[in-house]
């Protein structure tokens, strides 16, 4: 790093509402959301004759000179764009702060830009994205995020022919400049240049003085602009929202200025820092809306949402609307099944604290993150890895703290007849277990805390749920 900047100036404690917060949404939306073939990258890999987005493209659209990515643009109408219907329904599902994609890849921004004239309000829905769902957001008591990841846009759209849309003179407000090949590499030989970086920083600075979010996304390969321009965001953002914050992927950003996010990732033990997850709703490997769209259940989401939280972490889940706006009433359903589980129960959820350890239980959590290494293999194949995160079992448990109780998140009633945790057997805590109940209800359970376990009844007609509750208390 360069030694004139002084990233130590910008260090920052993680705020306390980012901290308790434990779960986000965002929203893939954009003109790539019109074809909805495959995932988000179809706006670059339609320009790589090798891959099928672009065969799927030219069979189904025409060839790449007369029909580029720029004529998606009518087709992303927003007819049943309702920012209210956004806010509503990330509060029904729980989160606590939520936001559109600011910008993605394709230089298409989702706020009414003076930087950039290829915008939401210009094209497509004709309306401000951003500023519109920020005020419906914060009416519901929501915090802002937004989030970036143009800087990818440095050479996303060179193509693989060279009679495409993207090399016409006239065309480069839309594209960018045409550049080698090469510069859609990960880490290309030709950086971005000056004129590059100044206008990736201006973006970010409109938004930040714009809108004023919360929370600020960058997406990986932020480390391609110059580290000046870096800081200079950085130090820009802080200036104006004092308790903000700032999440980076990779080593992007110095870990004291921001959160660490390991994108459709986990850590296998609590960790002493907030840390964020973010992974997609979709059960296609896709962050937006695809013809034949599936989605994970609401209890694969509650699952994965206690791990996080059992680590000190945050889960920012993505949910990709329809080019009009509207959302598939699956996803609807799968959200709307995490916010009754985290109504009743988020007080295990919400401003807690990680337990001595995260949890216990059969089920193998490792460490894992959508790394360089497999993004390389996406830009070389344009096909994306999975990570999974599936189900736990019902003999496996987290714990979370918030003041003198312990919960104890049990994931699914137990076949043997009894809740058994080995982690509370008895002498594992200098004071004895006093009290359990179940989240719920009222009465308390019966239990006994042996040598080898605490052994906990559970109700005898217990509601069927995707994660159980048991909120422990201990004595003198």
Not at 78 to 92: I, Q
Request: one cysteine or more; charged letters at 25%.
């Amino acid at each position: 790093m360069d030694a004139k900047i002084n990233w130590a100036s910008l260090e920052k404690a993680t705020p306390a509402w980012f901290s308790g917060a434990k779960f986000g949404l965002f929203f893939h939306w954009g003109p790539y959301s019109v074809p909805a073939f495959q995932n988000e990258w179809y706006s670059r890999n339609m320009y790589n004759t090798s891959l099928a987005q672009s065969r799927h493209h030219q069979e189904t659209y025409g060839n790449l000179h007369d029909f580029g990515y720029k004529d998606f643009y009518p087709g992303m109408t927003g007819a049943r764009f309702d920012p209210e219907e956004w806010a509503d329904l990330a509060a029904r599902a729980g989160a606590r702060y939520a936001g559109p994609v600011t910008e993605h890849s394709d230089n298409f921004s989702m706020w009414d830009s003076k930087v950039n004239p290829i915008n939401c309000v210009n094209y497509g829905p004709h309306r401000d994205v951003t500023g519109e769902c920020a005020a419906a957001f914060r009416a519901r008591g929501l915090k802002v995020l937004s989030t970036f990841h143009h800087q990818w846009l440095w050479g996303w759209f060179m193509s693989t022919d060279g009679e495409a849309d993207v090399y016409l003179p006239e065309n480069e407000k839309y594209y960018g400049p045409a550049l080698p090949l090469e510069t859609n590499r990960y880490l290309p030989y030709r950086m971005p240049d000056e004129a590059f970086c100044r206008t990736w920083r201006k973006k970010v600075e409109e938004v930040v003085e714009k809108y004023h979010p919360d929370a600020l996304y960058f997406d990986s390969r932020t480390c391609i602009i110059r580290e000046a321009d870096r800081f200079a965001t950085a130090q820009h953002y802080y200036n104006h929202c004092q308790n903000g914050i700032i999440t980076y992927k990779q080593e992007d950003f110095p870990r004291s200025i921001g959160v660490f996010d390991l994108e459709c990732g986990r850590f296998s033990a609590p960790k002493p820092y907030t840390w964020q997850s973010d992974d997609r709703l979709e059960d296609n490997i896709t962050w937006c809306m695809v013809q034949q769209p599936k989605y994970k259940s609401g209890a694969r989401i509650i699952h994965q949402l206690c791990d996080i939280v059992a680590k000190n972490g945050n889960l920012l889940l993505n949910v990709g609307p329809y080019a009009d706006g509207s959302f598939h009433p699956d996803a609807v359903r799968s959200l709307e099944e995490v916010g009754r589980w985290l109504a009743q129960n988020g007080e295990a959820i919400y401003d807690t604290h990680p337990y001595r350890i995260a949890g216990e239980g059969p089920s193998i959590v490792e460490d894992a993150n959508y790394d360089v290494e497999k993004l390389e293999k996406q830009l070389h194949t344009g096909d994306a890895a999975d990570v999974h995160s599936g189900l736990l079992s019902d003999k496996d448990f987290r714990f979370t703290v918030k003041g003198d109780v312990l919960y104890c998140i049990a994931m699914g009633l137990p076949r043997s007849g009894q809740w058994a945790v080995q982690t509370l057997r008895r002498g594992a805590e200098p004071r004895p277990v006093a009290s359990v109940q179940l989240i719920g209800q009222d009465a308390p359970l019966t239990f006994t805390q042996t040598d080898t376990a605490l052994c906990i009844d559970p109700p005898a007609h217990p509601c069927s749920q995707p994660a159980y509750v048991l909120k422990l208390r201990f004595g003198a």
